[in-house]
């Protein structure tokens, strides 16, 4: 009875066991199929490369340079007795600048008058003595010694005149420089020299800075280039694709640092004539329209130079172009529909887009959104760039 009672358990048991084995079995199937059902191809957008008239360009950084600058210094000594600008200020060609204690050269000024008055007295005396003479030596009053003796006091007269009146300009000119005027529209710097301070001038090495003046409309902007651009700007200068120009046809664009565009432009006026033996560059130098007086001498800036002439290119847009260590790549949907890498060589932005050099087709269809979704060789689920998507499938998220 017990032993019967035992068997009967122990086949319990194996049927429980083997109940709970196929049903594991069964689950492991499951799973197995549920793995090996293949997800569906990720959906694309494709589109042709845009067919675009591009031209190359170089960038440089430079900086602003004045097209004229002006150290203001006195032409004569004295005391400064005014200062007529207030510092930093624009100021126009001639304007009054500074003025220098004006007696010594006011009294300088009145003793050269009264000394042209002296010479011009003895001259008029010399010449009626001369003309007098004349007749006397005719008349053998007088000897010929005595008539060239009156000739010669003449003749110094009139020097002596001469002489009076060029020291009454210079006494004049003299006054004259005790006002400081602008010699050239700009904008002036601070004082140098306060009033009450005695300036000297002239023009030896020791004379008073009072202030600097620099031109700013228009401006100059001053960079370099090195020896392999210079190069391939003449030959093309020579095969008639005068791209940088030393006539000053040349147009170019610049950016300040603050700025993402080239939105001021401006033109080529100037290439230096020798190559810097040090750094193996060259000076380039352009200039620009400063009406609102935002550019100034001493600023950085990048400038955007035309490196080859207006030419036909393919364009992508900038986020369909993948990146594999140093190469970069698109991915061009075949035939098939499914995802292939390309190599390419970029070239240019052009606002959202990017100049492809080589590597395409203008037939390919590049993938422009869901890079991230494929790898090459991926079948995709592809549609051209504007058009519906089909029925029952969702849109590409571009987030992804």
């Known amino acids: 009875m017990n032993s019967a009672m035992a068997v009967s358990s122990l086949s319990l048991i194996r049927v429980a066991l083997f109940t709970a084995l196929a049903t594991l079995v069964a689950s492991c199937g499951d799973s197995q199929k549920q793995q090996q059902a293949a997800p569906p191809p990720p959906q694309v957008t494709m589109a042709k490369p845009v067919k675009r008239t591009v031209t190359d360009f170089d960038e440089y950084v430079g900086r602003f340079v004045a097209v004229n600058a002006v150290e203001v210094r006195a032409r004569v000594s004295g005391y400064l007795e005014s ?179 080239f939105v001021h432009e401006g033109r080529m006026d100037f290439i230096d004539n020798v190559i810097d033996r040090a750094t193996g560059t060259i000076r380039g130098r352009a200039v620009f329209k400063n009406s609102n007086g935002v550019f100034t001498p001493g600023m950085f800036a990048r400038v955007r130079v035309p490196a080859s002439a207006p030419a036909e290119a393919l364009l992508v847009p900038d986020v369909a172009i993948g990146s594999e260590q140093n190469r970069k790549f698109v991915l061009v949907v075949d035939a098939e529909n499914v995802a292939r890498s390309k190599y390419v060589t970029l070239g240019q932005r052009d606002g959202d887009l990017r100049v492809i050099k080589d590597g395409i087709g203008p037939d390919d269809r590049i993938v422009v959104n869901g890079v991230a979704r494929v790898r090459p060789g991926q079948k995709v689920n592809a549609r051209e760039q504007g058009a519906a998507p089909a029925a029952g499938a969702a849109p590409p998220n571009p987030a992804k």
């Open 83 to 261: 200062v007529h600008f207030e510092d930093g200020q624009t100021l126009k060609q001639g304007d009054l600048l500074f003025t220098i204690d004006k007696r010594p050269f006011q009294n300088a000024a009145a003793q050269a008058r009264a000394n042209v008055t002296l010479a011009r007295s003895n001259l008029a005396y010399t010449e009626s003595d001369l003309a007098r003479g004349q007749q006397l030596v005719r008349d053998k009053t007088i000897t010929e010694q005595v008539y060239e003796q009156r000739s010669q006091a003449f003749r110094n007269a009139q020097a002596a005149v001469s002489s009076a009146e060029a020291a009454l300009r210079q006494a004049e000119l003299d006054l004259e420089f005790t006002e400081l005027r602008a010699p050239i529209p700009g904008r002036i710097g601070d004082r140098r020299v306060s009033p009450g301070n005695l300036v000297t001038g002239g023009t030896g090495g020791n004379t008073t800075l009072l202030a600097t003046i620099v031109s700013t409309d228009p401006i100059h902007f001053e960079f370099t280039f090195d020896e392999a651009s210079y190069l391939r700007y003449e030959r093309a200068s020579k095969s008639g694709k005068d791209v940088t120009s030393r006539g000053g046809d040349a147009q170019i664009a610049l950016k300040l640092i603050d700025e993402r565009d």
